[in-house]
Structure formats: C-alpha cells, structure tokens
C-alpha cells in the first residue's frame, strides 16, 4: 500500500521555527517532482514549494526567503523548514508526489498536517 505519511505539524508564536517531514512508502520504483501545500480556512489550496528529483525547487512569493525544501532520495523523504513564521501561514499542510512504480506513474497526497501560528 502506498503512503504519504507528513509529521511535525503544531503549534508555534510567531517568529518560531517548524520542520514538517514527508515520507513515501510502497513499492516505489522513483520519485519525480515532490511538493509542499498548503490550505487556510476558507481559501483554496495552494503551491509552497516543489523540488525535483534533480534539486530545482521554487516557491511561493509569501515563503521565499523563509522556507527551504529539501529531500533525501534514499529515504523517499521530502522536508519543509520553516522559519520566521508569521499568523498568515496557519494551514494544513499537504505534501504531494509524484511516484514511479514499474508500470505507471501516478500523484499522491499526504493526509494533511495543521500548522498553527499564533500571534
């Protein structure tokens, strides 16, 4: 069975530090492109930050320069530091991928992880 399994959600003043961690499991040949999103009360969801399997990441304008995306292939692991966090990035977080098995590719998403940030 395959899974996207995210930690290291909570809650955090403002200013505070989060790293959220993703792990994929299941018969996983590769993984493509790996990304962080997010969705607040009310708003659609949106693109933090993606990385590919080759390192290129981009990110959304609000997090540039306070956050960084990372992976680690040999773990199927992608990571999202966040630093000088401010009230407007409360949201879950959803990590995404997109896996490689031996006869197809196919997107994923992890099950959500809320991210609290209080003033």
């Known amino acids: 069975q395959v899974q996207l399994v995210e930690s290291g959600g909570g809650l955090v003043q403002a200013g505070g530090s989060l790293r959220l961690s993703c792990a994929a499991s299941g018969s996983i040949f590769s993984i493509n492109a790996m990304g962080w999103y997010r969705q607040a009360p009310g708003k659609q969801r949106e693109l933090v930050a993606a990385i590919t399997s080759g390192g290129s990441t981009n990110y959304a304008d609000s997090v540039k320069g306070r956050f960084t995306i990372s992976r680690d292939n040999a773990k199927n692991t992608v990571y999202l530091q966040m630093n000088s966090l401010k009230p407007e990035d409360t949201a879950v977080y959803y990590c995404?991928?997109?896996?490689?098995?031996?006869?197809?590719?196919?997107?994923?998403w992890g099950q959500g992880t809320q991210v609290t940030v209080s003033s």
């Open positions: 995404n991928a997109d896996l490689v098995f031996r006869d197809y590719v196919n997107d994923y």
